[in-house]
């Protein structure tokens, strides 16, 4: 199992300092969150300093997805806004094409984004048209650039549960390279189906994996074992799919302390991938 760690969980660090402690700590990849305080797309030197991050990711050996979930990189009031759904959408699909381009030169793995919350004053037909074309727009700049994409079920959005990302894969007509990103957490919270189930349920669209613990109905992402899930059978399930792509751990609440905890989910997740294998006792 390649074992990554999300940057939005290292917002208090410089990037390449974030680097550095997630590839001391023995992680195989990031989930680099483009924000102002990480790669920002929007500042001055873009080009350079893509460059400059694709050389240190290289030279300490580390896999990347490229993660679009910054609270307030698009406007500094308005959480996560705007998204596909909103009026002034086109400052989001701007965004997202500027994550794959920026995926394309970093060598991602993939480029990974969700649907946004349906604002109250749009009409729920009028927000699902948006969305699919947004998407539309957005498939189209990443299969010129070769770039895989990650659609993110996440609760609360317009699209919050993997039915609703099969409703959406077949609105787009089930294109190639239009894959799902799974929060294994996301799965507890609100699948009406076990934590392994919903991996092997979509084994063959699975291009992006979230990993952290949660609870049934509560979209609170914790540390390893102050959850409800099980690991070792989920492990084992992701391992069953052939996933071999990154399981990044996502705590994006515990910047400040992330090496810490960054280094007690590596070995929780460790310990869990050797009960998956019943080589020994699941971690607790």
């Known amino acids: 199992m390649r074992l990554g760690y999300g940057t939005n969980g290292f917002a208090n660090?410089?990037?390449?300092?974030?680097?550095?402690?997630i590839a001391g700590l023995g992680y195989q990849g990031v989930a680099l969150t483009l924000d102002h305080c990480h790669l920002d797309p929007y500042a001055d030197g873009l080009g350079r300093r893509v460059a400059e991050v694709a050389d240190r990711l290289r030279a300490l050996d580390l896999a990347v997805v490229v993660e679009t979930g910054a609270r307030y990189?698009?406007?500094?009031?308005?959480?996560?806004?705007?998204?596909?759904?909103?009026?002034?959408?086109?400052?989001?699909?701007?965004f997202l094409r500027r994550a794959v381009a920026i995926g394309a030169d970093l060598g991602a793995e993939a480029v990974s984004f969700w649907s946004g919350i349906r604002p109250a004053h749009v009409d729920p037909a009028v927000a699902w048209d948006r969305l699919v074309e947004g998407c539309e727009r957005v498939a189209e700049t990443a299969r010129e650039a070769g770039v895989t994409l990650g659609f993110?079920?996440?609760?609360?959005?317009?699209?919050?549960?993997?039915?609703?990302?099969?409703?959406?894969h077949q609105a787009l007509g089930a294109p190639d390279g239009f894959g799902i990103t799974l929060d294994i957490g996301h799965c507890r919270c609100n699948e009406?189906?076990?934590?392994?189930?919903?991996?092997?349920?979509?084994?063959?669209h699975l291009v992006n994996v979230q990993i952290d613990d949660m609870r049934l109905g509560v979209h609170e992402h914790l540390e390893f074992g102050e959850g409800e899930i099980d690991f070792p059978p989920v492990l084992r399930a992701l391992d069953d799919a052939g996933y071999r792509g990154l399981v990044a751990v996502e705590l994006p609440r515990h910047s400040h302390a992330a090496p810490a905890v960054a280094a007690r989910s590596i070995d929780f997740l460790r310990a869990a991938e050797k009960a998956s294998h019943g080589t020994e006792a699941s971690p607790s």
Do not use: N, S, Y
């Open 73 to 94: 990189l698009l406007d500094p009031r308005r959480k996560h806004a705007p998204t596909l759904l909103d009026d002034d959408r086109d400052t989001r699909v701007d």
């Open 192 to 204: 009406p189906d076990p934590v392994p189930a919903c991996v092997a349920g979509v084994a063959g």
């Open 152 to 168: 993110e079920p996440e609760p609360g959005m317009l699209v919050e549960t993997i039915a609703g990302w099969r409703r959406l």
């Open 13 to 21: 660090h410089r990037l390449a300092d974030a680097l550095e402690v």
